[in-house]
């Protein structure tokens, strides 16, 4: 089965819900219903944004889908701070994130903290995209394929090849991200197409050809249709681009093959 492409835009901590309305409204006028038969495209906001986002989405009938950024790995109790699965499939969200370097770095998520979110996120009917990636000394020293399929065995133990065929894996290199250094595609390729048999020695080769496999780290509009064409890259998950609406509309029609809005 052909994998349809998904470009996610994580917004990280960035836009109030009334900058966020206007911002999936840019989106959506740019992209007009014929590109969401070739892409899925869907915006990652801040937990504050979501309810106002789903009112506009559901509003306008919207084929823009969104998500969040992490989830607790509980689901419900005295956990301060805490946004649980049930809570974000109440309030519309496709997509979450986890594991996603920035909270593996300061928020010392482990691998299986990880796989808790997964699993907590999978049992509300979320999609997880669940985030690896090497830092620059381990690709340096040439141990990247290596540690990213330790990451993500350590991140999916013990999931049911059902419950992996329900995943989306982003690769983010650390050091690509929010540096404008770009992986090759070469390199990209190289690490998602390890993502992806990992994920059939996990699964089973069906699975794991259905499941899509983004790559993240400074994708914008002059680098996403070299990395989509990639014959593992489904896709990108997009940072700082995401928070530029002509840009994301840009990259998102490069994505589902053109033309530009
Ligand atoms: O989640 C998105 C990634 O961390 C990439 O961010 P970036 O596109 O700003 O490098």
Known sequence: MARKPLIAGNWKMNLNHLEAIAL????AFSLPEKYFEKVDVTVIPPFTDIRSVQTLVEGDKLLVTYGAQDVSAHESGAYTGEVSGSMLAKLGCTFVVVGHSERRQYHAETDEVVLAKTKAALANGLTPIVCIGEGLDIREAGDHVAYNVAQLKGSLAGLSADQIGKLV???EPVWAIGTGKVASAADA??????????LAELASAEVAA??????G?????????????QPDI??????GASLKADEFATLSAIAAGGPLP
């Open 24 to 27: 999936v409204q840019k989106i």
């Open 169 to 171: 894996i982003a690769y």
């Open 189 to 198: 390729q190289e690490v998602c197409k390890a993502v992806r048999a990992t």
């Open 210 to 215: 259905d499941v899509r496999v983004l790559y």
């Open 217 to 229: 780290g400074s994708v914008n509009a002059k680098n996403v249709g070299e990395l989509v064409a």
């Open 234 to 239: 489904d896709g990108g998950l997009v940072g």
